[in-house]
Nanobody, 128 residues
């Protein structure tokens, strides 16, 4: 089972920044697309950003476009999400995933379950 462990969440004021990290455990991220998803209380999980295995293709949900940046470091087996200009509506549990989806759009749309299992996520709370 492919496992990923998220970290870096916390409480931040509106307009602030956070950097989330995701470490792949027991497997190499090489060859996998990666993505960040979030689930707010009472809402369905949504794919907010996905990055292809080559890092040549990215997808951002409209809600985070221009504010969030996804990146990966295959040598460290890590995925990152830099979040700037945070808003209260960004409050959610954030999860990362790895998949062999054909496109980053398909991965973020969750057309099928990702290859990795869902971890516990990391809580991000944006509040003054």
């Amino acid at each position: 089972q492919l496992q990923l462990v998220e970290s870096g969440g916390g409480l931040v004021q509106p307009g602030g920044s956070l950097r989330l990290s995701c470490l792949a455990s027991g497997f190499s991220l090489d060859g996998y697309a990666v993505g960040w998803f979030r689930q707010a209380p009472g809402k369905e999980r949504e794919g907010i950003s996905c990055l292809s295995s080559s890092a040549g293709s990215t997808y951002y949900a409209d809600s985070v476009k221009g504010r969030f940046t996804i990146s990966r470091d295959n040598a460290k087996n890590m995925v990152y999400l830099q979040m700037n200009s945070l808003k209260p509506e960004d409050t959610a549990v954030y999860y990362c995933a790895a998949d062999s989806a054909a496109t980053v759009q398909a991965m973020c749309a969750e057309l099928g379950p990702p290859r990795s299992s869902w971890g516990q996520g990391t809580q991000v709370t944006v509040s003054s």
